[in-house]
Structure formats: structure tokens, C-alpha cells
């Protein structure tokens, strides 16, 4: 049935007045027509093109979910056949996600002069697909795998820069607690699928150099902010410290001592390493980039990556100690650790076998982590603050204005953050993370 007339704006858009509540609203030229030409290029196959009705569009995440973009979930009443990714067929709603820049002006700018569009668009209309080709075609001997992500299904910079992407919530997929961390059997999965992603990677790397030719070294080449909030950063988290007294304030010190070294230090390991095992990275693999989908049992069965705009390649491990660092629940940081790591040790090893590539053992991912450890602090005192906020959201552009990030200080005052440092501050220690 057709909205009422009160309901539309001059685009065609469906709102209701208590969607956005005091969000952003999404930007004037998602409208009707953009979404009418988005899925008539997805509908070359079909006998008649669709055509779009109306659409409602409303935020696909919970504010400070979702911190390099704006995700907009669009819901279209369409008339005739749909292309692949969209739902193919008779009439009825079909959902898209459109990703936009994010609204403030210096986040913009950063994003922008880091290429996180360009990336993500290149990765997910090329180099993922003739991964999972690879997988396919490694014989009879594998069961057809399932994809890494969702598909992409345009992207361009006008009316601006912007993805539509394959909405997967249909499907039954989902984020999980980011409070709570991932439990065992959905670490156990999303480490498998990493393994399958690394490992596939690898094999393209080797054959198809040229397809991943046009990724970022790095994203922290690219980023001359960066250094100056990891500083600030630091800053913080040493304030929170000696205001904590007691135990944490011998780590004043320590992490001060950081500053000017552990962002170089990341960078210049952060990289392609000759001679040894690389692959391409994710990048950005914490809780809220991990999709799972649940059986009718409620037990965990699928799951997709998302945010593949810092993928680059380098050392696996780099994935492996943000997950770890930022995303799994206490009980699997310190009980399932070591077995996690074998889950995908063993999965990579099948993987690599599979596809005829040269053997890496589960000692060679520990020397990859060791020689990551350093990552640890970022991982720790720069990610995993926001990830463990409570009723209240991180805000990046106050993060970038010059002075803004007193704002955002008090994440390193959360009850949650406190009990994660109980205890990993004495673990950098044993394990030399401190040590530059």
C-alpha cells in the first residue's frame, strides 16, 4: 500500500518523525530516483525493468556502531524484476544499505584522503569475488563455501561518494553484543572464516599480484592525523591510570614513555614482508565488522565480514590481536585463547592445502603474533575504549577538532575498560609489549 502524502518528502523518501531522533537524516539525493537507477543497472537480465514506488529509509545501525560511515538501510516498494543481491522476480520490498560519508566535515575530509570507498569498492566487486572463485574451483573435495561478505552493488563519488550494498539482515544475519565480547562457538567461527579469507588471499597474492596491486599500503601511511590521536590517545589512557591509583599507577609512566614510538613502530611493521607469509588483511576485524547468523536452535551457523575499507596486505596477525584485543567476551580472552589460534591455524593449513599454496604451521602464526605484539597497545588503549562504552557514543569529527578530544575522554573512566586493564596491563608486561 502507498504512504500517505504527509509521509513522503519532495524525493519520494518515506519518514517517520521519530527516526532519526537526532541523528543526522540521510543525505537529499537518497531518493527515489537514486534508487530507481541502482537497481535498473542490477536488472540487465530481467524482460522489464523494476520500478520503485517509494522507499523508507532508516539508520541500519545504533548510533556510535558505526564509526567511518553512515549506513542507511533502504526499504523499496518496486514493481517488476530485481537483479541478483536485491531479490530477483515478482514485485514486492526489496532492501539495500547505502553507506555514506560521514556528516562531519573533518571526518569527511580524513575519510576521503584515506580512500575507505575506493578500497572497500574494489575489494568487494573484485578482489572477494575471485577469492571465493578460488575457493570453487579447488575441486570436488570442498563443499561450496560461503561467501566472505555481501555483495556490492554500486558505488560511485556522484551525487556523492557513496556503496549500496547487499542488505543481509533478511537473511538473518546480525551484530553481536559488543559489550559482551563474542562467546567460544562464535569466535570459533569468525576465526575459521578468517583463516578461509587469509588464506585465499594468499593465493591470489601469488597468482593475480596486479588485482591487489591498487590497495593502501597501509591506511596509517595515509593518515597524517593519525600519530597526533594516537598521542592524545595515550595521553588519556596514562591520565586514567594515576587517577586510578593504586596498581595502574606504575603504567603512567610506561605508556607516556610510548608516545613518539609505538605509532612508528606499527607503521613500519604494518606492511608486505618479503620472504615471509602474507596476506590480505581485513584491517579493522573488531565485533561490530563481524556479521553471524543464527539457526533455528539459536546456535551460531554463518557469519560475513563487513567494512573492508582498510584492507591491505601485511601479517595476519594483525587481525588476529584486534580481535583478540577488542572483541572477544573475558572468558574467551583467557580460557580459549591457545585453542582459538589452533581453529585457525588448522583452518588456514587446510585451506592453503587445498589450494595448492606452500604450508604455514600454527608455530609460524605464534612467530607472526610475536612479531605484532607491539599492536597490543593500540589495539588495547586506542580501539577497544569506544568499543566498550556505555550509554553514550564516540564521536569522532570532536576527535579531530583541535582540543575535541577532552570530550571524548571519560571512555577511558568506563567500569568495563577498567576491568579489561586489571588485567591486561600486568599481561603486556610479562609478555615485553611494553618494551620499544
Not at 241 to 255: E, I, N, Q, S, T
Not at 288 to 296: A, E, G, P, Y
Request: charged letters at 25%; one cysteine or more; glycine letters at 6%.
Amino acid at each position: 500500500m502507498a504512504p500517505a502524502q504527509d509521509e513522503l518528502r519532495d524525493n519520494g523518501v518515506v519518514t517517520v518523525d521519530d527516526v532519526w531522533q537526532g541523528r543526522t537524516p540521510p543525505p537529499e539525493w537518497l531518493d527515489v530516483a537514486f534508487v530507481q537507477r541502482v537497481l535498473t543497472q542490477r536488472s540487465a537480465n530481467c524482460e522489464t525493468e523494476p520500478f520503485v514506488e517509494h522507499i523508507e529509509v532508516r539508520y541500519a545501525t545504533a548510533e556510535g556502531d558505526n564509526y567511518c560511515s553512515q549506513l542507511f538501510r533502504v526499504r523499496a516498494r518496486v514493481r517488476g524484476c530485481v537483479g541478483a543481491g536485491v531479490g530477483v522476480g515478482a514485485s514486492g520490498p526489496r532492501c539495500v544499505l547505502v553507506k555514506c560519508l560521514p556528516p562531519g566535515d573533518a571526518f569527511r575530509r580524513l575519510v576521503e584522503a584515506q580512500g575507505f570507498f575506493r578500497t572497500e569498492a574494489h575489494v568487494m566487486r573484485h578482489v572477494v569475488p575471485a577469492m571465493e572463485a578460488l575457493l570453487r574451483a579447488a575441486g570436488p573435495r570442498a563443499p561450496r563455501p560461503p561467501p566472505f561478505a555481501a555483495r556490492c552493488l554500486a558505488h560511485g563519488p556522484l551525487p556523492d561518494t557513496h556503496l549500496v550494498l547487499q542488505d543481509l539482515s533478511p537473511e538473518g544475519f546480525g551484530l553481536a553484543d559488543r559489550l559482551q565480547g563474542l562467546d567460544a562457538a562464535s569466535a570459533r567461527l569468525a576465526a575459521r572464516a578468517l583463516a578461509r579469507f587469509h588464506a585465499a588471499s594468499a593465493a591470489l597474492l601469488r597468482r593475480r599480484p596486479r588485482l591487489l596491486a591498487p590497495l593502501p599500503r597501509s591506511p596509517l601511511d595515509a593518515a597524517p592525523t593519525d600519530e597526533r590521536q594516537a598521542e592524545a590517545y595515550l595521553a588519556a589512557a596514562a591520565r586514567a591510570f594515576a587517577a586510578w591509583g593504586g596498581p595502574f599507577a606504575r603504567y603512567h609512566d610506561k605508556v607516556l614513555s610510548l608516545q613518539g614510538k609505538i605509532f612508528k613502530k606499527v607503521q613500519a611493521m604494518d606492511r608486505v614482508r618479503p620472504g615471509k607469509f602474507n596476506v590480505m588483511v581485513h584491517g579493522d576485524f573488531w565485533i561490530n565488522n563481524i556479521l553471524f547468523k543464527r539457526d533455528t536452535k539459536g546456535q551460531v551457523c554463518d557469519v560475513r565480514f563487513v567494512d573492508l575499507q582498510m584492507c591491505h596486505v601485511s601479517n595476519p596477525a594483525f587481525d588476529l590481536l584486534l580481535l583478540r584485543y577488542t572483541s572477544l567476551s573475558e572468558d574467551v580472552f583467557w580460557h580459549d585463547w591457545d585453542r582459538l589460534l589452533e581453529e585457525y591455524a588448522g583452518v588456514l593449513a587446510e585451506t592453503l592445502e587445498l589450494l595448492g599454496e606452500p604450508p604455514v604451521t600454527l608455530e609460524d602464526i605464534r612467530r607472526d603474533l610475536e612479531e605484532a605484539k607491539h599492536f597490543a597497545v593500540p589495539a588495547s588503549l586506542l580501539w577497544l575504549p569506544p568499543v566498550k562504552m556505555q550509554g553514550a557514543t564516540y564521536d569522532i569529527e570532536q576527535v579531530l577538532e583541535e582540543g575535541g578530544f577532552d570530550s571524548q575522554a571519560g571512555m577511558y573512566h568506563t567500569p568495563l575498560f577498567r576491568r579489561w586493564m586489571e588485567k591486561l596491563l600486568p599481561l603486556f608486561d610479562k609478555e615485553g609489549v611494553f618494551d620499544l
